[in-house]
């Protein structure tokens, strides 16, 4: 089986940290192919981030020529779900969605750790329009940049810090809140005495699933097949650094 | 890995056939073994019935010595999840939950087809319990008791007019709402047009899912091992078949 | 009027103590039998032990060969409730939904302070189905088990505590949140400022209520009568007490 | 005990039949006395006449110099409750709530069939506000106005019309939503085959509990005793009939 | 545009301010005119002052001779809304929904700080109903009384400490909510860094808004016209300042 | 005051049409420039073309170089909003949003008549998020393209159909659920006796309002500045139409 995992920003060095967790949890059976956007923000963080990514991560996906059994989408709160759904014939899935729906079978609520407090409302409507929003307890900021997340002691620090305010608003499991984490989730288990789900993981072994399983996104109603029409697809050029958008 | 999978009622040939949509689903690696309750109900229609068999479940699992990697609880709509949750170190997974679960991946909405009207209060509250309610457009009886899905003829019109019911209020995915649909979902997924999804099978890869990712029930709130204490289970002997309970 | 009072669970002691506060209660014409299972846990505290004793219950009221004219369910947030509705002729009302029930009619939000934090969660899906969870402000827990109750002073003083913390969450009413705290709503009362809501003496006053109106459980959808079928009720013989289940 | 029972508009008569059904819902021990408001509409239907009730309801209870010991307010949907909770010193019941209350302990869901439309919205609100709409499957009209209830044979049909739409929703138990309703619940019960709760009575039931177990309202929160300052209440003399509010 | 403002107690001086706060927001061919109820309480601060008010205030509307494009009502949290629908055939903005209408724009999440803390039920019953609630983090009292709040800096200290707890609990956006902080705004909102919502603006700037759409309230449904009928709008007199109501 | 009105798709025409509604909806000192995004959709139908739009329109105003006090976005139920809140420094408001605040006002429960069924999920989450969807009873599609509704007669046919669907939902207001849909709201609003309202119209009032009234987005929390960072707009070149996205 062959896996697609979208990397939701322009990092390069985020796609193989997200593709070694990816097969660190995939079947033996399975490859795993990163892509990374030709455009797009560097990072997402917030809204417009979002947006840029959501875009720039469909025609990603638009635009790649080889064939592929399942789709993960590796950007956790970021848009652009339902478009995949929609463009792509193969299964789809969230690393939001799939961390949730795993999360969900290992205690009663669970608590989301991600990078910075502006994510928090994004995670949690992604959350709700998968469906799987009612059991999440708390979404809690680290206080960190997707990028700094390069330093290992200090992500851990601060996460155990935001995984304990997690536990106290009831969480009885939690999930790791953005792809660059991967990989935490043995470390702070442990020390937090709680599962910690990995979206990455998570999401390829659904991904799996559905695969294995023959299943694939419904064409009737919400996730119908693109209406064929004229789109283009960006401007030309990149933006300065450090501009205001 | 060794799944044990517990049936919900005490009718061993729906065992094997559970055990069959099982190992249909599982991967080369994983064996499957069907536990079929001691004592309880023959099927499992409604709520006198489910708490029985709920008991008796944990009976089961509680008295089996063999090793095991995960367990797959095949009753639809039927409790003791979170009791099993509580008695045993690996991951539950019950099939309501788990073909829920699925089924949000692959459309906005999804809808139940299970046998007697009367169950559908049961499943709306497994599902809610789950986490996994939001989604849900519709659960719709097909009319048929359990024992009547011996009968595949009969049991796939009923599903098909069913069905139906639910893509008019919203469906665009199904989920067969009984253990013993077990094998349905190819032949209805054709004809309605849309996604079926097979708690059975759905449950089976989440169980694999969890295990591999090294993931269990966490132990904090909800989930606690059960206390020691004197607990005895059951009087002995049956009732009489047509007694009023 | 004959009122039948379920204890869930197999101590003798705390049956009586409950009939204790169920004729307290009850209206002069009113007669109050205790019934305790033959079988089940000693006490009912995590979802293992409430399914167990849901089973127990329902056999003990489907064996049970004396008239009467309610059931009163002695189990705060215990499963069963909706088996005996299916099961007996006249009205079943449990204590947690009549707590409940009366505590909405005292003041906007309520709060239950109940023995271990692990039974909360079941406690809030009672609650959730009964449909009378909207007001439920917090579910606090004291820490102490079921059989600790005993020990009047130190549940007073956990009591108190607990309740001070319900109240900071929005509370206006108190519930005691199990069955063995019946007797405590006077004390704990007056030193909190706020109404006390004792399940047991609620459930016999809304079941003397629903019998005076001549009104019983609707036999259309939910609550069928069960149908006729094989069940057998448990295994024979006890567990030895602290095994792992 | 001494309940007094508040009709929601001027109209003599019918505080006379409230009364009546009151009456026979009481127990022995019980006087009830009904209180006519010296002002307000003559039947209230909609929201303006719903706040004009209100205020006159309250009136009746602030200049009613006679002592009782609770309150039952017989105006289905309408206003008023919460503040006669924060002027009286003894239990409050308002019909709505209670046919819910005790609707939710006969049925998984219930229905309320009441007079015309509009008054729909009402209901869900205090529904909503009372803590008990979770479990209300329908509001349904017959298109009857409060005094053409009158008319028994044609009340009788309407409601069996209306009641078949409400169960076709989904309910399993069905309430009178009007108080002068009072003493349908018997015929119509029959014919539909679903247990009918009437609020006046079941207002009563709910008053005498509370007042037995020795609970009233909470003074902490929302339902504090009103502050001592200047009010006035209501010009002088009547609006012509007809005129535009 | 003539706009009419009715204050919802009998205070003329806070009519005045409200009336200056909203011809502040008005536009430049607005006309604002102020109503005081003849009747009613002094300041509305609970559930019996608000069902008061809502009386009066609609016998205020209902007897008022002049004409007028739009009616702002000027009650914080309190009750009339519905009523005044029905009533007018222009469109009727409450200042509650109206702030809240607002702040809905500004972030994701906004928060009220109130006077007393026993008005936050029903603010938050009044936010639900008007179809804005769920994006409301918290509800806030200062402690403060209607007429507490003359003494502008005691008023402005007792905010800015509110509204941090407001912000804390999630808040992004503030709401002035009571009619008498209208002004307050200005100050408060740079000194906590929030946009401060008025309510009084507000609802200036939706009634302009409706009345420059040509749109008016809907008579399908729940605000139909009120029937004609006879009602009487109060008794005569006043009653004593320090009575039980 | 100058607004800005973003068109979501790059057909010219539409863009001015927009611009025709909202300068018929603003206030005299008001002037409307209309932005068409220079890539993206022709039309925005589904997912996919939101996701794409949404950055277009980002890329449009992050590009605009004159100055404006407020921002129109006339994409109904399409993605951005959040986006554009974090981008610019003046209040942003939508057409999805600004309609269903104003149709809150107008009577209790509100509908969508939109395009193609396909459309629905996304206005649903759309007015959710927005804090506005607790009110809103049905979201109906009337089959057409939004490139379909240049033919008058046949939108309007379409239009009443899909209105009467809605208001058996229980809606009593209506709202136009396309930018393209702008003008029609009188012609059907008269047939179907219901106050319609349009979001282009809405949205530009409530701009106004919030500019009038010296508000604007909130930085605290959800809305924060973007980050500065490289971010890159798009690949250069259209896509041929009729391709598989």
């Given at each position: 089986m062959r896996i697609v995992v979208t990397n939701c920003n322009t990092t390069q060095g985020m796609t193989e940290e997200i593709v070694r967790g990816a097969r660190a949890a995939a079947g033996p059976g399975t490859t795993v192919t990163g892509l990374t956007p030709a455009w797009g923000p560097e990072s997402a963080e917030g809204w417009l981030d979002s947006y840029l990514s959501a875009a720039a991560v469909l025609d990603t996906l638009r635009t790649y020529g080889e064939p592929y059994d399942a789709v993960v989408m590796a950007g956790f709160g970021e848009h652009g779900r339902e478009g995949a759904r929609e463009l792509v014939d193969v299964p789809v899935v969230d690393i939001t969605e799939a961390a949730a729906h795993l999360a969900c079978l290992l205690g009663r609520r669970y608590g989301v750790v991600t990078t910075l407090e502006r994510s928090r409302g994004q995670i949690q409507d992604s959350l709700d329009a998968?469906?799987?929003?009612?059991?999440?307890?708390?979404?809690?900021?680290?206080?960190?940049?997707?990028?700094?997340?390069?330093?290992?002691?200090?992500?851990?620090?601060?996460?155990?810090?935001?995984?304990?305010?997690?536990?106290d608003a009831g969480a009885e499991v939690l999930v790791l809140g953005c792809a660059?984490?991967?990989?935490?989730?043995?470390?702070?288990?442990?020390?937090?005495?709680?599962?910690?789900v990995d979206g990455v993981g998570a999401a390829v072994k659904l991904a799996e699933s559905l695969v294995e399983l023959g299943l694939t996104t419904s064409r009737?109603?919400?996730?119908?097949?693109?209406?064929p029409k004229r789109r283009s697809w960006g401007a030309a050029g990149p933006a300065a650094p450090g501009s205001g958008g």
């Open positions: 998968a469906g799987v929003g009612r059991n999440c307890a708390a979404i809690v900021g680290t206080g960190l940049g997707v990028l700094d997340l390069a330093d290992a002691d200090r992500t851990t620090r601060a996460f155990l810090a935001a995984g304990q305010r997690a536990r660059g984490m991967t990989g935490l989730q043995r470390t702070v288990g442990e020390k937090l005495g709680v599962p910690v009737v109603g919400g996730y119908a097949k693109p209406l």
